[in-house]
């Protein structure tokens, strides 16, 4: 475990896939985590129950990150209930596919809103109020390297999270805060496998090397290591965690 009691960690959209496998390694870690959700209640909830009957901390807290006073009072939760914010995982994201020729007002506003605007929310507001030595952890994609057709604007938002993920890190010197983001490849959860026939998820998991998709908790243990101890000289980063596929 690492050497992390005592320390905060809000994981967005952590209610299931990869960020509830980010939330619980984290809680192992010895992090309190606030489970933050914008939908169901149910699953965030009983996230947090079985991170507290697994001897960890964890609370769920509601809050859509497109909505910049949601985001506000996030933080402003965490700072009662436990002081302050050391770590925040960007997690939280949607993907809508089309052509970009067919690709609707409604699909583009969307994901600029989630995945863009969302993590801009988030990073401002720890770019002030993260503690000395904190941790941000932003979730790309590794589809900012592979470009395929109908993931323009979905591709985009991520391409313009690694942007401010490299620039957020020179901006917070001296505050021993580091700034980077992993970018899974293919992997095995929800947002992913939602609408694709088995044949191409077939495909998709014999791209990479190691002929798989990935696990959610393969890119958890990959945050982890970003926000714990060993990870605290990568800073301005970008790691695709993919299993080789680019």
Known sequence: ???????????????????????????????????????????????????????????????????????????????????????????????????????????????????????????????????????IINISSSVTGLLQPTYGVYAATKAAVEAMTSILAKELRGRNITVNAVAPGPTATKLFLDGKPPEVVERLSKMAPLERLGRPEDIAVAVAFLAGPDGAWVNGQTLRANGGII
Do not use: C, H, W
């Open 1 to 135: 475990m690492a050497n992390s009691s005592g320390k905060v960690a809000i994981v967005t959209g952590a209610a299931g896939g990869i960020g509830a496998a980010v939330s619980e390694r984290l809680a192992r870690d010895g992090f309190t985590v606030i489970v933050n959700y914008a939908g169901r209640t149910e699953p965030a909830e009983a996230l947090a129950a079985r991170i507290e009957a697994a001897g960890g901390r964890a609370v769920a807290a509601r809050a859509d990150i497109s909505d910049t006073a949601a985001v506000a009072r996030l933080f402003d939760t965490a700072e009662a209930a436990f002081g302050g914010v050391d770590v925040l995982v960007n997690n939280a994201g949607v993907m809508r596919l089309a052509a970009i020729g067919e690709s609707d007002d409604a699909l583009f506003d969307r994901q600029i809103a989630v995945n863009l605007k969302g993590t801009f929310n988030t990073l401002r507001e720890a770019s002030r109020r993260l503690r000395e030595g904190g941790r």
